[in-house]
């Protein structure tokens, strides 16, 4: 739960002099604005997502579709004009690699019979015996890598097939590497258990620890329980207003989020300022750690945004992903596909007669040849 009540909760000085916050108050106070910046994390994930969503499916994925069929529309001209009788062996050349350099970029070619037959056409090779190439050369990497045999019923003319296989190898190796980690924690943790067995003394320690964390959560909740419950209530609006309040008192005990509990004792005027000043350092003790505990459960629960989101988009996980970033992202994706859109519809208008694609040609030969220097170069500065 990340809505919060309105109420700011913080801690000043008990002493009217303004003498400094105590080292249990700092610390209060500092878990405070953690907790606060993380809701408002989650609040941002939650605004996000279904902005992005509808951006992404109403905007982003249309505009991808039309770059995929413009493109397909632009290679299908391309190849219709390749061997005009008016063109030249060089701008055939020209034609030959701007053709293949639109099918690399092609998002399936493997599925489209016609597009296939244009590679042919004009590489050196033919496609299903490229990719079977390809998929040969990774399978013996992988071979390599994972120190075992794939098998010889692995369809090459996808790498589909590979990487399925691949993943199932993984799976069952890191099924062992987990089995062999807990073996080995298991010995660890038992030379740890044989060196120092905790006391009992220790042991009670902990779970009074535990017991009057539970007890102060539930002095706070049922105080607040009493003065919510809406049966008490005959106005329908207040009634109402107190259900919603309850429903909220009754997940924040459930997750333990003592903030949320507090403000709405500060909600109710059950507690103020002065109340909050004058919390004993043993009971503060106690509220550092659960809000401490709180902090780690919010933490968990970004992250589980996070992943979830990125997988959901396939953005890897590698990549960290924020709102702000996310939606700066899926911009400039649109944009691009905006300015693809654009530049193709513009490419198909100059190729529809040999005389504005004789220039079109010429334009984009020295276009070739300018990313081949500045390629190069780039190889240069690296070596």
């Known amino acids: ?86 063109l030249s062996a060089s701008e055939r050349q020209t ?70 296989r691949a993943r199932e190898k993984m799976a069952v190796h890191q099924a062992r590497e987990a089995a062999k980690e807990q073996a080995r924690e298991e010995r660890k943790a038992a030379r740890a258990k044989n060196k120092k067995r905790p006391d009992a003394t220790t042991l009670g320690h902990q779970e ?51 903030l949320h509990m507090l403000e709405l004792q500060m909600q109710l005027q059950q507690i103020d300022q002065h109340a909050l000043n004058d919390i004993g350092t043993e009971r503060l003790e106690q509220y550092n750690r659960l809000l401490q505990e709180q902090i780690a459960e919010l933490d968990r629960e970004i992250a589980q945004e996070e992943t979830q989101f990125a997988r959901s988009y396939g953005i890897s996980p590698a990549r960290r992903v924020t709102p702000g970033t996310a939606l700066q992202s899926l911009e400039l994706q649109i944009r691009e596909a905006q300015r693809s859109v654009a530049a193709i519809e513009e490419n198909l208008k100059r190729v529809t007669d040999i005389k504005s694609l004789k220039n079109w040609l010429k334009e984009e030969k020295k276009r070739l040849k300018e990313l081949e220097f500045e390629w190069e170069l780039q190889l240069e500065r690296n070596y």
């Open 1 to 86: 739960m990340s809505a919060t009540t309105g109420n700011s909760i913080s801690l000043s000085s008990r002493h009217a002099s303004g003498a400094a916050l105590t080292k249990e108050q700092q610390t209060f106070n500092l878990l405070i604005e953690q907790i606060s910046k993380r809701r408002e994390q989650l609040a941002a994930w939650s605004l996000l997502v279904p902005q992005y969503q509808k951006a992404y499916a109403e905007e982003l994925v249309p505009l991808q579709s039309r770059v995929d069929r413009l493109s397909r529309e632009l290679i299908v001209k391309l190849d219709e004009h390749a061997s005009h009788e008016k």
């Open 95 to 164: 034609m030959s690699k701007l053709l293949l350099g639109l099918l690399e970029n092609f998002p399936d070619i493997g599925g489209d019979d016609a597009l296939k037959r244009i590679f042919n056409r004009h590489a050196s090779t033919d496609y299903d015996e490229e990719i079977a190439l390809g998929v040969a050369d990774m399978k013996a990497d992988l071979e390599q890598m994972f120190g075992e045999s794939f098998g010889d019923d692995i369809d090459m003319r996808s790498s589909e097939a590979l990487l399925k």
């Open 208 to 258: 009074k620890l535990r017991a009057e964390l539970t007890q102060s959560l539930r002095d706070i909740y049922r105080k607040l329980a009493s003065a919510l419950h809406p049966d008490r209530e005959t106005d329908p609006q207040r009634r109402q207003h107190k259900i919603e309040l309850m429903q909220s008192l009754n997940q924040a005990y459930a997750k333990q989020d003592l």
